[in-house]
């Protein structure tokens, strides 16, 4: 599979590769495309029985029109990408992830994420698997009430071999605190896998200053 990048992505903007297979399966990237290199988000892969096994990474836009290629071991993969602008420039924009699962099969998603950010203004990202068989999307109306703006940004789904896919989700954390807890009412009943990571901003460079006094401040 080799999702496109998306339309519109500029020089430091921070793509996200998002790819799910059979549970106990595997995916490789076999081709970086434009965006080199990826790096997994902490706690990826994901797996779930009965459901799918969730891969997420991270990458650096700088130049190209060319989509990643990623490999599953077999049955089937479905994967896409998600650009983000405005996160930190250098070094890794993971401020913070956690990742979990259920194996029960319903269509309730709640993930109490347990964890918080360390800067303001941080973008929340989760996304959660679905293993059904089927070309429709299974996301709902996600929710989190210690964020802004929560959005349903992207959810792809295949039927090819024992099907599934995953739904990619953001929210606005304005202050530093409690990601909290991400749910969703999902269309079909299946397990899940789910990671959620926050993005941080730029301008977090460590800066030292010396006064007039000769004291030395670091922030």
């Not at 029985?49 to 969730?54: A, H, N, P, R, V």
Request: proline share 5%.
């Amino acid at each position: 599979v080799t999702p496109a990048l998306p339309t519109g992505v500029v020089v430091d903007d921070i793509v996200i590769l998002v790819a799910t297979t059979f549970a106990g399966g595997s995916i490789s990237i076999t081709a970086d495309g434009s965006v080199s290199p990826w790096t997994a988000v902490t706690g990826s892969p994901i797996d779930v029985t009965g459901g799918e096994k969730l891969y997420v990474w991270w990458g650096r836009y700088v130049s190209g029109t060319t989509g990643p290629t990623v490999t599953p071991g077999g049955n089937h993969c479905c994967a896409y990408t998600v650009a983000i602008s405005g996160c930190i420039t250098s070094g890794s924009p993971i401020d913070n992830q956690a990742t979990g699962s259920e194996t029960t099969s319903d269509t309730s998603f709640s993930f109490a994420t347990g964890i918080s950010t360390s800067v303001n203004e941080t973008l929340c990202i989760v996304v959660y698997s679905s293993g059904v068989d089927s070309n429709t999307g299974q996301g709902g109306t996600p929710a989190n009430a210690n964020l802004s703006s929560v959005t349903l940004r992207a959810e792809y789904e295949t039927n090819a071999g024992g099907g599934g896919g995953s739904v990619f989700a953001t929210g606005g954390l304005t202050t530093a605190g409690a990601i909290g807890t991400w749910t969703d009412t999902m269309v079909s009943a299946t397990p899940k896998a789910y990671i959620t990571f926050a993005l941080k901003p730029p301008g977090l460079v460590q800066k030292t200053i010396t006064d007039t006094l000769g004291l030395t401040d670091a922030f």
